[in-house]
């Protein structure tokens, strides 16, 4: 009776988790709930994503960012994919960046940008998101 409950037990283990080398690796409970929830929402990661960007875009132009910004061009500031070049590498550029859209940014020029303290601390982080996620390869001023 021992002997079966034994092979039980380590049949359950060894399908719980797999063997890597001579370590075993066990799938930590976090991922495996993210997983789960991932699939259960029914939407896949590019279709929600395009409705985070369909989002940040809605925000930018209800709070006029785009008179002065673009996507991929410069204008009266830097186009969006430019800002996401000089960020790229810096582990906290999503709060920084929010954080200046918040409290506005002044320049060595004779423009800067004015403070936005209508935009809320998540709408900033979506914009922020967003800024982040452009291509700097497509920038008008990585052509030159």
Request: aromatic residues 6%.
């Amino acid at each position: 009776m021992k002997m079966q409950i034994g092979i039980k037990v380590r049949a359950r283990a060894s399908a719980a988790a797999r063997r890597i080398g001579s370590r075993q690796f066990v799938l930590p409970r976090g991922v495996a709930i993210g997983v789960l929830v991932l699939l259960g929402t029914g939407t896949l990661p590019s279709a929600r994503a395009d409705a985070v960007a369909a989002d940040a875009q809605r925000l930018l132009g209800e709070y006029k960012c785009y008179l002065c910004h673009a996507d991929h061009e410069a204008k009266a500031g830097p186009a969006y994919a430019d800002v996401a070049a000089w960020f790229r590498e810096r582990r906290n550029a999503v709060p920084v960046i929010a954080a200046e859209i918040r409290r506005g940014i002044r320049g060595g020029g004779p423009w800067h940008m004015p403070p936005h303290p209508e935009v809320s601390a998540a709408e900033a982080k979506t914009m922020a998101r967003y800024i982040l996620s452009l291509d700097p390869a497509s920038t008008s001023t990585a052509r030159r």
